[in-house]
């Protein structure tokens, strides 16, 4: 049975090598904008850990970091313009949001093709990341994994 390190070094290089497959065949390569509000230490760590991993696997990754007073308002037309920005290709918000701030409201604005679908496994977590050009497809999505060191 393989180790969860192995498995995480071997998914990754998997990564890179389609990313590089997608840049030689003229595919559209996954461009991930993480938007993240204030300072919380847990979320700073986990949003340096998904960049780190973008980074080591080809993948063009944007933080968009706010300070915490920053309005709903704004923050929702933040998310309406990434959800008309033709070079993201997904994205994510980084939870929790402070008080004032609906995170029921800030997942409802996020466009349906741009939605990265979180999913925990233990400490692997993945993304999927769909595209406008890839919705013409029947569920044809590109994922990447990013992984915690928790």
Not at 72 to 90: A, C, F, P, Q, W
Not at 133 to 139: G, I, V
């Amino acid at each position: 049975m393989q180790n969860i390190k192995e498995y995480v070094a071997e998914r990754k290089q998997q990564i890179k090598n389609e990313i590089e497959y997608r840049k030689l065949n003229g595919i559209i390569i996954p461009h991930l904008a993480i938007i993240q509000v204030g300072n919380v230490s847990a979320s700073n760590t986990y949003v340096k850990n998904k960049i780190a991993d973008c980074e080591a696997c080809g993948v063009t990754c944007e933080l968009y970091h706010y300070d915490e007073d920053i309005s709903e308002t704004h923050l929702l037309k933040i998310i309406e313009d990434l959800n008309n920005d033709n070079v993201i290709t997904g994205f994510i918000v980084q939870f929790p949001l402070p008080k004032h701030i609906s995170e029921a409201k800030v997942m409802q604005a996020i466009a349906t093709e741009k939605i990265n679908q979180l999913l925990a496994v233990g400490a692997e977590m993945e993304y999927t990341f769909t595209s406008k050009a890839d919705l013409s497809q029947p569920r044809k999505s590109f994922a990447v994994k990013a992984w915690t060191s928790h």
